[in-house]
Each structure stands twice: as structure tokens, then as C-alpha cells.
């Protein structure tokens, strides 16, 4: 089945630890993305990649870091930076430009800082 | 600069029609969506229309788009229980990416 997982779940932080949201797709998308949602908030954009080796920020990509190695693969590291990081992040992805560009999303991660 | 605006909670009873209301800014928008989230889960794209239209139809989803006034609405009919979720409007803005509403609660009451 063609999709996109993130893992774990739920996940838990120390405060001044850095973590990292694993986000993986098998649908061949080019592009990929990083939202952050809070509680009566929207999706606030956090870091894209529209192809291998190349990533641009969002709206709020202070605190964080990403990388584009693989097609597939676009983890989110969360650093010690990032002031109030507990949130809901969401990893979606989207087929090139030219149609109706609808983003596929993952199922989130939790994180909880202690 | 880019803004979508949405009230943030509708409480409707089973069987009624629920509309939600959605405001955008950007003029240039070529595609406008809907998502629905359920709790703890990702998002799942509803429906989308595309800014030369006006209305589109699917089952007991009907999105009407008046482009003057940049409003997009939802509506449901027959709204089950099942269809208690948040609701994202987006529009496509022209760089390509997603600008997000705050998104609405729907409460279904049986």
C-alpha cells in the first residue's frame, strides 16, 4: 500500500534534548513537508523539500533542522533551540506542480516535552 | 500578505446540513481544498475546487466559491455523527505551497 508513515507516535522530551521525527513515503513524490499544529491553531509550515538535496523554511523554522537525502525520506529534527516544542507535527507530501497539487498526509507524531 | 480565515467551532444535530465558512486572501489562488482531520490523526483531503468554478458537488459534499467576495464554503448534508472531525480550508498559493485556516470543529449531536 502506497502512503506515508512517521514514527513514533508519541514521543518524549527532555527539555534541552534534541530529537528527531522520522517521515518516510513509498508514493514517489518529489515534494515534501513539515507542519507544526497547536491546539485552535492551523498547520503552520515548517521546512519543505520540493527534491532530493534541496529544503527550504517555512514560516516557523527557528529551533528546527531538516534533511533531504533520500526521496523517501525527509526527517525533522527538533533541537534544544526551539523554545516551546511540544505539538503535534504533521509530515505530508504532493506530486509535482501541474495538477491539483493535493498534499498527502501522515498520521503525526506527538511530542511532549518534560 | 497570504491569510485564510475560518470561525472556529459549529455544533449542528444529526440529520441537519452543516456549513462552514471559510475567507481567503490571495487572489491569484488556482486551487482551493478542503481537509478533515479526525482526532489524533492526520489529515485527509475532502474534496478541492479549482478558481474558475463556482460551485462543485460530491455525494453530500457541495463546496460553493464566490471568487468577488473571496468566500468558500461547506456544506454537508445530512450530517452523521461520524462527521464530527476539524475542518481545514487551504488555498494553493502561487509559489505553490498550502496556506491553512485555523480550522473548524464540527460537533454533530444525535
Known amino acids: 500500500d502506497g502512503g506515508i508513515t512517521q514514527s513514533p507516535k508519541y514521543l518524549f522530551r527532555k527539555e534541552g534534548q534534541n530529537v528527531t521525527l522520522s517521515c518516510e513515503q513509498n508514493l514517489n513524490h518529489d515534494a515534501m513537508y513539515w507542519y507544526r499544529q497547536d491546539p485552535g491553531q492551523g498547520l503552520r509550515l515548517i521546512y519543505y523539500?520540493?527534491?532530493?538535496?534541496?529544503?527550504q523554511k517555512g514560516d516557523i523554522a527557528e529551533g528546527y533542522s531538516v534533511s533531504r537525502e533520500k526521496k523517501e525520506s525527509f526527517p525533522l529534527t527538533v533541537t534544544s533551540a526551539q523554545k516551546n516544542p511540544t505539538a503535534f507535527y504533521l509530515c505530508?507530501?504532493?506530486?509535482?506542480?501541474?495538477?491539483?497539487?493535493?498534499?498527502?498526509f501522515g498520521p503525526g507524531t506527538r511530542l511532549t516535552v518534560l | 500578505g497570504e491569510d485564510v480565515e475560518q470561525s472556529l467551532f459549529l455544533s449542528v444535530r444529526e440529520g441537519d446540513s452543516s456549513v462552514i465558512n471559510c475567507t481567503y486572501t490571495d487572489s491569484s489562488s488556482t486551487y482551493l481544498y478542503w481537509y478533515k482531520q479526525e482526532p489524533g490523526a492526520g489529515l485527509q483531503l475532502l474534496t478541492y475546487?479549482?478558481?474558475?468554478?463556482d460551485m462543485k458537488q460530491d455525494q453530500r459534499l457541495t463546496v460553493l466559491l464566490n471568487k468577488k467576495d473571496k468566500h468558500l464554503s461547506l456544506r454537508i448534508a445530512d450530517t452523521q455523527t461520524g462527521d464530527s472531525a476539524i475542518y481545514f480550508c487551504?488555498?494553493?498559493?502561487?509559489?505553490?505551497?498550502?496556506?491553512f485556516g485555523q480550522g473548524t470543529t464540527l460537533q454533530v449531536k444525535p
Open positions: 523539500s520540493q527534491i532530493v538535496n534541496d529544503f
Open positions: 475546487i479549482f478558481s474558475n468554478m
Open positions: 505530508a507530501s504532493s506530486p509535482p506542480p501541474g495538477t491539483y497539487n493535493e498534499q498527502f
Open positions: 487551504a488555498e494553493r498559493s502561487n509559489t505553490g505551497k498550502l496556506i
